[in-house]
Structure formats: C-alpha cells, structure tokens
T-cell receptor, first 114, second 112 residues
C-alpha cells in the first residue's frame, strides 16, 4: 500500500524568510501524482501545487515550489517570502495514476512569526 | 461562484440519531468523494463516486451510506451515530483520475 510520510509535525519561519516542508512517499508505481494542500484555521482544504511523476520539471506556483526527487521518493515544498497568511497545516498527498484515491500524510503545522 | 459546497457546516447531534450531509459541485466534475478528518487532523478517504457509480468504498462501517442522485451531488447518510463518528467530513470533486481534487468547506460533526 502506498504511504506518505511528513516527518515534521511542526515548523516555524520568520515572515519574509524561506521554509521547506518535507514529504516522502512509498510506491512501486511509475505513474502517479503528488500534491500539496494547505488547511488554514478556516479548515478549508486548498490545493497549493500538483506534480506529475512523469515530468522531471519541478512544479511552481508563485512563491510555492517543489523539489521532486523521484528516485529518492521525496517531494518537498518550498515557500519563499513567507507571509502571515501562509500559516496553516500543510498536507502532502499521493494518488496513483488511474486511481481516484488520495493518500495523505499526517500534515505539518506551519507557524509564521512576524 | 464555482465551487464545492456542503451543508450543514456544523452538526451537533446525540448518539443513536441518523443524520445526512449534502454535497454539491458545479465544477462539471465526474468524480466526487467523501473524506473523514479525525481529531488529529488525519484525512482518509471513505467513498468515491464516478458519474453516480460507486468506485471506492474503504473499510467504513455500513452505518455510513453515500448516495449520488446525479454526478453533481453526493450525499452522506449516517445511521445510529456513535461518539467515534465525531470528525470533520469533507466532500471533494475532480475531473479525472490523478487530477486535482477540490474540497468543500467541511462539515464538523459532533456526536454527544
């Protein structure tokens, strides 16, 4: 069974600084997709970024970028120029190609200090 | 606004009662889901429907019964509620397998 591991239960960063959240996954499949979701205190689940495993290029969305290391099965999220509004739980998630099932990690709580 | 909506957002009820949560999406997606987020924030899929057909049914007690009247709606009915059912329930939808899933605002269910 596929598993997703987020080894950092909590992280903190100073406003305007850069922070990297770690995620590793375990799969024997070659066709899969990876995601980062953000859950602020409002509890809404917000898609941050999506990566297709067959693409070597790392996905980016404005201040958010990933470091996708397929061989190492690592998918870290980098947040640049951190803002107070980035404070949230961040979930890494995996889905196998052709499957609708998202498997989530346990989340990392990010605090942004002014 | 295009979105995934759920009603109600909060639900407080007593053990043994039966309750329903409704979900609607106007994104034109073919697939809809129910997820449960427990008190430790862990999210786990419960059910998935593709165009009104059940395609994922995780090991969920049969007190939970999803119903999809059409591909834009997916409701969740829970019979004989138990304390352990207290959680946040999220509805989500996606266009294709492997596509991004878009979540509703969640329903916080509290069973007393």
């Amino acid at each position: 069974a596929q598993t997703v591991t987020q080894s950092q239960p909590e992280m903190s960063v100073q406003e305007a600084e850069t922070v990297t959240l770690s995620c590793t996954y375990d799969t024997s499949e070659s066709d899969y997709y990876l995601f980062w979701y953000k859950q602020p205190p409002s509890r809404q689940m917000i898609l941050v970024i999506r990566q297709e495993a067959y693409k070597q290029q790392n996905a980016t969305e404005n201040r958010f970028s990933v470091n996708f290391q397929k061989a190492a099965k690592s998918f870290s999220l980098k947040i640049s120029d951190s803002q107070l509004g980035d404070a949230a739980m961040y979930f890494c998630a995996y889905t196998q190609g052709g499957s609708e099932k998202l498997v989530f990690g346990k989340g990392t709580k990010l605090t942004v200090n002014p | 606004d295009t979105a995934v909506s759920q009603t109600p957002k909060y639900l407080v009820t007593q053990m043994g009662n039966d309750k329903s949560i409704k979900c609607e999406q106007n994104l034109g997606h073919d697939t809809m889901y129910w997820y449960k987020q427990d008190s430790k924030k862990f999210l786990k899929i419960m059910f998935s429907y593709n165009n009104k057909e059940l395609i994922i049914n995780e090991t969920v007690p049969n007190r939970f019964s999803p119903k999809s009247p059409d591909k834009a709606h997916l409701n969740l009915h829970i019979n004989s509620l138990e304390l352990g059912d207290s959680a946040v329930y999220f509805c989500a939808s996606s266009h294709l397998a492997g596509g991004a899933q878009y979540f509703g605002p969640g329903t916080r269910l509290t069973v007393t």
